[in-house]
């Protein structure tokens, strides 16, 4: 696959179809990092393979604005994993980015690992192919099978209290790096309110009451926007278990409204909607 | 904890008067009984460039320049543009308020190396905050000073500060005040146009002078090229920076451009000095 | 050398614990951090680093740094009560030359911080050297070793199961004070295994390379979050701020802030001298090999490696400054 995904990245490079192709490549100690490729002489820097976690979606934000005065936005190509383009058509449908200036190379995808296993949003994928590309790759794999909300059920079976005490002992370890947020692909807005000082509303205290407001805000500004690629989980320095909050808003909306986050660019968010059979009599 | 320089005195604002569109003069008396705590020291000692810290309790500091000179008032003048959260906070506070005062801090303009020689100033909006002080210390010491040319610019001859002192610098002696305004009003019958054309019209010799100019740094920007042009040796362009800062001492990191720290190292510098460094301002 | 063996020394350090504040590596969560333990069972002895540095027992994440009163007719302006002594156990050798660094700034630049000065002095430092370098260390490049005992005052060094330990300071012998200790013969190990050379520019060779392609090629994957400052031992940057707790009662907090922040530098007035994150990313890296050694004397980086481990997008630091010198 990886000879398919160079081939196409040089190819759209060459004719200058694209100014970047942002993909995987290899790091340093083993590890796989994003990758901005310019030059399609330097296509083989490019890798494919389960330890590509990141979502790159995040970096279409970068590429919105013209590059020259007068000019339209780069073009860019991008790797995608299914996952990934559940993002992807939240931001389409946020009118974040073009559809006309991304070019997808989708991939079928059987799983990516962090420390040997299988990452959680893996074991319980129900796409398993991208649901948006301009070039899909791989042959669709296996179906999961597996329920799709089990990571929170420990959460739910603990009281109010119980859960209070936990979130407190997860988020006592938050140094407030934002490493969360600007892995986030929905998370783009200019100034954060955790950053806005006119009001205050978190201030700059990295206190046990402002992180908690912090992570609990910016799960609810995700509520139906989330598309649980886990970005944030991954990036934290401190292992705090943040995809469990967003996992149970999603359960909730999935219930309520039967909306699962990024399936297509078009249908609207529930929180962003409203429905003439959800009229309440006041 | 001895001599904390965190710790800001206190001071009385004993005058707040009106400047220009939400520009207010803010004179503050030092409270002498918290003599020794910090801050200001009972008399306080200032020079021409240097700037302190004011605090809007509450909220925070900013640092604003000092813009009254030891001789000509008892009292610490500020010039506040309400521009953000702890401005605003300031321009809510009249007479009678209590505000933190904290510094001085940098360093400053050179006026000893200035004596005998023509001087060039260039202000433009706020940035003629910092030039008051040089204009009362040689207009206090006339005669040791060479001539003054004042050039005096805002965006509005609505935002131009400190106008009922413009009668009494052109009244000095060798001392001229030239205005322009970005766009004039009604009533303006002065010059209409860019601080730089106005300096290119004015075409002051870079015999035996000095320049300073503070500004907006688009402005300083500019007006660095035009003296160029003009035939100003770098070491005759005096500028005065501005940074976000928060402690004045170059502890918290912020204001450094490149290994200088605008607190310590400036406000003032020359451009013979910023041509030098890594990074723009 | 004289020595404790395990169980003596956990005994010793409960023993603190019970009549000073104890600080020492201990599990929270799936992380090893310095934080303050009770009780000897709550102590990791078995570990390579600490996720965190000790540095905010010096330089607190947050911390009000005056009180506030407003009354009838003005304020009140209160500094915070003085603290009690501290004790940290289990500081790695880079950690603690990191708190020279600080000092260089803090201290030793006029004005020395008041803050920071109060708990340096009333803070005793227990090193324990390194039996191997990480995968991600280079202490050894920046002149630094991993069993370096001049930063501290009592170090500790792992030998055959037993800990030799050796006051350094006055300070140090004072708390080992009449701890009973015990003979013991062999050799610590080389911790010098998997050393690396990295190549560490000298200043002089920094600016020329200030405009290279390098910076904004590097920073394309940077996320501009705040992990590697706030990771680090050495970055030190803080905001300051007030806080009003109720109509009466104000707080002015100094806290952790970062450089590589999009809006770090960003004045009221909206003018932002580094918009990019190319150019955060630089002044990162040149703050730390070029400006705050020619400012404040040391370089600002004892080769931790936390920045490596922890970067969400592998940005390295050793390949940072391999790529530099190939520059």
Not at chain 1, 247 to 266: H, M, P, S, T, W
Not at chain 3, 33 to 61: G, M, N, Q, R
């Amino acid at each position: 696959m990886i000879e398919q995904i160079r081939d196409k990245a040089r190819e759209l490079l060459e004719s200058k179809q694209i100014s970047c192709f942002i993909g995987y490549e290899r790091g340093t100690r083993g590890k796989t990092h994003p990758a901005f490729i310019y030059n399609p002489q330097e296509v083989g820097r490019l890798v494919w393979d389960e330890s590509c976690t990141h979502n790159l979606t995040v970096y279409l934000h970068q590429f919105k604005n013209p590059v020259k005065r007068g000019e339209p936005p780069p073009r860019v190509g991008i790797l995608l994993k299914p996952c990934d383009t559940r993002s992807l058509n939240v931001l389409f449908h946020e009118k974040q980015i073009d559809r006309a200036r991304v070019y997808v190379v989708g991939l079928a995808c059987e799983g990516v690992k962090g420390n040997g296993r299988l990452a959680g949003r893996c074991q319980r994928c129900s796409e398993r192919l991208p649901l948006v590309y301009d070039l899909l790759l791989g042959e669709k794999p296996e179906p999961t099978g597996r329920e799709d909300y089990a990571e929170v059920a420990d959460l739910e079976a603990m009281s109010p209290k119980e859960r209070l005490a936990f979130w407190a002992r997860e988020f006592e370890r938050c140094i407030r790096c934002y490493a969360c947020r600007q892995a986030c692909p929905a998370c783009y807005c200019f100034e954060c309110v955790a950053e806005q000082l006119d009001p205050p509303w978190m201030g700059i205290a990295i206190d046990l009451s402002q992180k908690q407001f912090f992570h609990v805000m910016r799960a609810y500004h995700l509520a139906g926007r989330c598309a649980g690629c886990n970005a944030c989980e991954e990036a934290c320095p401190m292992e705090i278990p943040l995809s469990l909050l967003n996992r149970k808003i999603a359960k909730e909306l999935e219930a309520l409204f039967g909306y699962k986050v990024g399936q297509d660019a078009i249908t609207p968010p529930p929180l962003a909607t409203f429905k003439k059979e959800e009229e309440v009599p006041l | 904890m001895a001599q904390n320089p965190y710790r800001p005195a206190l001071g009385t604002l004993v005058g707040v008067k009106d400047l220009a569109t939400d520009i207010k003069l803010f004179q503050v008396a030092l409270d002498n009984r918290q003599e020794g705590r910090g801050g200001f020291q009972p008399q306080p000692s200032y020079r021409p460039g240097q700037f302190a810290f004011v605090s809007a309790f509450g909220v925070g500091e900013a640092p604003f320049c000092l813009t009254s000179t030891t001789r000509r008032s008892q009292a610490l003048e500020f010039a506040v543009n309400k521009i953000g959260t702890v401005t605003e906070a300031l321009h809510r506070l009249g007479e009678g308020d209590v505000v933190g005062v904290r510094g001085p801090f940098g360093n400053w303009f050179p006026m000893e190396e200035m004596r005998g020689k023509h001087i060039i100033l260039l202000g433009g909006g706020i940035g003629g905050a910092p030039l008051r002080p040089v204009i009362h210390t040689i207009l206090d010491d006339r005669a040791n000073y060479g001539k003054l040319t004042i050039l005096w610019a805002a965006r509005l001859p609505s935002l131009l500060i400190f106008r009922e002192e413009f009668d009494s610098w052109r009244a000095a002696p060798d001392t001229e005040l030239h205005l322009t305004v970005d766009q004039g009003d009604e009533t303006w019958k002065g010059n209409v146009g860019l601080i730089t054309e106005l300096l290119e019209k004015v075409a002051p010799s870079p015999e035996e002078a000095v320049t300073i100019t503070c500004g907006p740094p688009i402005m300083i920007k500019f007006v660095m090229l035009t003296l160029a042009k003009l035939g100003f040796a770098p070491e005759q362009m005096i500028m005065t920076l501005e940074a976000k800062m928060k402690c004045g001492m170059g502890k918290c990191g912020r204001c450094n451009l490149g290994e200088k720290y605008v607190c310590t190292d400036g406000p003032v510098f020359s451009y013979a000095e910023v041509r030098s460094f890594l990074e723009s301002y | 050398m004289k020595a404790m063996s395990r169980d003596r020394l956990l005994a010793w350090l409960e023993e603190l614990a019970g009549r000073s504040t104890l600080i020492g590596p201990r599990i929270v969560g799936e992380k090893i951090l310095y934080k303050p333990v009770h009780h000897s069972a709550e102590i990791v002895l078995d570990f390579a680093k600490t996720d965190l540095s000790a540095k905010e027992y010096f330089l607190p994440s947050t911390e009000a740094i005056l009180s506030v009163k407003r009354e009838k007719k003005g304020f009140d302006v209160e500094e915070p009560s003085l603290h009690g002594r501290q004790i940290i156990f289990g500081l790695r050798p880079c950690d603690a030359r990191a708190l020279r660094v600080l000092d260089a700034l803090f201290l030793n630049k006029e004005p020395a911080d008041p803050y920071y000065a109060e708990r340096r002095e009333k803070t005793t430092l227990i090193g324990l050297a390194c039996r191997e370098m990480g995968d991600e260390c280079f202490c050894t490049s920046l002149g630094l070793a991993p069993d370096e005992a001049n930063d501290v005052d009592l170090m500790l060094t792992e030998m055959a199961g037993e800990y030799a330990i050796r006051a350094v300071t006055a300070k140090g012998k004072a708390l080992l004070g009449a701890a009973v200790l015990q003979e013991v013969e062999g050799v610590p190990p080389n911790p010098f295994v998997r050393q690396k050379q990295v190549p560490i520019l000298e200043v002089g060779k920094w600016p020329e390379r200030f405009d290279s392609p390098f910076w904004a090629h590097l920073s394309d994957r940077c996320l501009s979050c705040r992990l590697c400052t706030y990771v680090c031992p050495t970055c030190r940057c803080f905001d300051i701020r007030d806080v009003e707790l109720s109509d009466k009662e104000i707080e002015r907090l100094r806290a952790w802030d970062s450089c590589m922040a999009e809006g770090y530098r960003r004045i009221a007035g909206g003018h932002n001298p580094r918009p990019a994150k190319a150019e955060r990313l630089r002044n990162r890296f040149y703050c730390k090999f070029c400006y705050y050694p020619q400012d404040f004397g040391p370089v600002a980086c004892v080769g931790c490696g936390r920045c490596i481990a922890q970067c969400p997008v592998n940005v390295d630091a050793v390949e940072v400054l391999e790529g530099l010198s190939a520059l």
